[in-house]
């Protein structure tokens, strides 16, 4: 299994660009999520989903968005990228019930904005 | 106000010691989790072990377990007899379950631990 899968690894764009991150589960999980991590603060969660068609915010969504039209998709947009959205960002899934919820992370995505 | 609070930013401790990591967490949800993760220089993230709110046992993995302590709020990892390739990140999180667990975990802001020879 490939588990959780982000592209690209890594990515540099200037203020005002536009991109999106992917992210692909091949476990069947129904909850997704996008989080970012900073020096000093660990992972906040941007967004996330319980399932396709289904999506909400999380601690810092301003500038990005989310849609899932399948359970193995949860693609994250930046639509005008800005120096303070230099970061890494991971994706991870998991189960919503019946299981602890441990979540599985994709390999991190490591953006920065010049 | 802070759900999970790491008080060492960082860590020096020699090889073959045993190291505690210290976490404390804040909830009113009677159902959560707690979780350990690991993220080396290499940057994935590994999770470590896990403890519920209702297991009456400390959670074991190796060398590794959690001093769960529920009225402290406190959900420190312990390593036992440290080794160079533990040096890293180390995450504390929680999960709510009473709310369908849809908020997913919630993360402190890490301890970074180096391990000397």
């Known amino acids: 299994n490939a588990g959780v899968t982000q592209t690209p690894k890594f990515q540099v764009l200037k203020t005002g660009q536009s991109m999106t991150l992917q992210c692909a589960q091949d476990m069947n999980h129904e909850y997704m999520s996008w989080y970012r991590q900073d020096p000093g603060m660990g992972l906040r969660l941007i967004h996330y989903s319980v399932g396709a068609g289904i999506t909400d915010q999380g601690e810092v969504p301003n500038g990005y968005n989310v849609s899932r039209s399948t359970t193995e998709d949860f693609p994250l947009r930046l639509l005008s990228a800005a120096p303070s959205q230099t970061s890494v960002y991971f994706c991870?899934?998991?189960?919503?019930?019946?299981?602890?919820?441990?979540?599985?992370f994709g390999e991190g995505s490591r953006l920065t904005v010049l | 106000a802070q759900k999970i609070t790491q008080t060492q930013p960082g860590m020096f401790v020699q090889e073959k010691e045993a190291v505690t990591l210290d976490c404390t967490y804040d909830t009113s949800d009677p159902s959560y989790g707690l979780f350990w993760y690991k993220q080396p220089s290499s940057g994935e993230m590994i999770f470590l072990i896990y403890?519920?709110?209702?297991?009456?046992q400390n959670a074991t993995e190796g060398r590794y377990s959690l001093n769960f302590q529920k009225a402290r709020k406190s959900a420190n990892l312990v390593i036992s007899a440290s080794q160079l390739g533990d040096s890293a990140m180390y995450f504390c999180a929680m999960r709510e379950y009473s709310g369908g667990g849809a908020d997913g975990l919630t993360f402190g802001k890490g301890t970074h631990l180096i391990i000397q020879p």
């Open positions: 991870a899934s998991t189960f919503i019930a019946g299981t602890t919820g441990e979540l599985f």
């Open positions: 403890q519920g709110s209702y297991d009456q």
